[in-house]
């Protein structure tokens, strides 16, 4: 559909009044704006919260959170709700009610004046009160502002004060930026899943403050001069089984980034070896290095926020974890729904984590027992001219303009190592290596013939490496048996 300059401008007035109106219609110190994403910590995690949806009813506004997969007890995930609730109700007169998981609201009077109380929750024995402590400016991710901090107190059907983790708790709510210190209201009273744990305000969109939801493009944004070495690994060694291992090695170095509509093409120098253990029998391969494309397609699942449940089932749920500002793990796991709950079976088997990191892509994962494991790891990084981690070593590469500068054989025995040098490469360096790039021997060799000693090396593959003084260089493999 082809808007006119006409529609076009309609649908900016339009989008000013609405902004209009809900500033207009918004009250100071109100809980939570439909505009507005936040970000919280929560159970040592960061939790996303957003309003799916407002319904006016009446003077009232009714504000539906996204739904947050959170637990709820011991191996119960819950996601009908989030941690406000499943229903922040604004009402005119200033109260904004949450809606717990029995369906029954807590009162917050947010025009409540200091040292004034009131009544927030009333059901059979249990009676919750609140009291504004304070009044005054304070300043929280980098803004200032006046700031409402209102203690909570439990009570017995007589009015004796009873043990309950929300006893003393305070939150707190900024005039003009919402509930920035939080409680999980989703479970007030229920004193079996509440433990009082206090939600603290990490970042929000409007104004762009603080820790924000990380977003594919970001974990993308890399570009030309860039590289990332990254390592794949699998082992099992089982009792009476022989053990086996793999082992990947890549290295992309990034020549050129195309965007194209929502994909990001990249054109990338790439390098890889992979090195096995299967039956006792040892192999190394070199891929040789050649030039790649790669195409990164949208993936707006990775841009839904912290906690929040996009996918669920009977049998499984997915959901996104970040715990660093710069992290996100992306999980789809198998559960059973019992009672409201999802449960993790108990099975054999692994369920990974798929871990990204910003302007460095992923998937990066681990998982295992015992007896056996593997995963993909970042290894080594350089962004920007900033470097992290450790280089991984291609070995094998023979660079054909140097080949004939030295020669390399092992000895009748197999205890020596015989090198010939040209004169022209003298000094060189050798390096020996094993298949998982360990240096195990190494020299400076200055004589046209050289006999190097591998009396101390074990049977098995093992890889050389030299470099003369003009910079020619060739590698290769030997093979010992014992």
Known sequence: MK?????????????????????????DYQTVRSNRTCMYQLEGSFAGLKMDSVKLVGEDSIFYPKKMLIYRGYDCLKGDGSFLGKQVIVKSNGTNCFLNSDNDTLAIKTNALLGESWEVYRKGLTLITAEIKAIQKETFLGLSDSVKTITFHVFDASMKPIANPLEGKQIKISKQYGII??????DVPLTQFFVGEVVSLLGMTYPKVGVQNLLWKEIWDIHPGDELNILTADHSEYPGIPKSYFYRKEIKKYLNRVDRNDSIIFTIDYLRSDSSLNNQVLSYNVRPRDTITEIIPPNPFFDKLPQELFSESENSVAFNRMDEANIKTFHYMDFYLSQSCYTMPISDGCFPEYT??????GSY??????????GTRLAYSKIGGVESGTKLVITGIVTPSSESAFKVYLGVNQKQLMVNAVSESLPCQVDLMNVSGVIVMNATLTNETNTLSLKHLAAGVYI?????ENSQQVSGKIVLKR
Do not use: E, N, P, W
């Open 3 to 27: 808007y006119t300059s006409t529609m076009k401008k309609l649908l900016l007035v339009v989008s000013f009044l609405l902004t209009v109106v809900s500033a207009v219609f918004s009250h």
């Open 181 to 186: 210190q939080a409680l999980d209201f989703y």
């Open 464 to 468: 050389y490496r030299m470099k003369g």
């Open 365 to 374: 994962y681990g998982c295992g027992d015992i007896f056996s494991g593997g």
């Open 356 to 361: 990204y990191y910003k302007q460095r892509g």
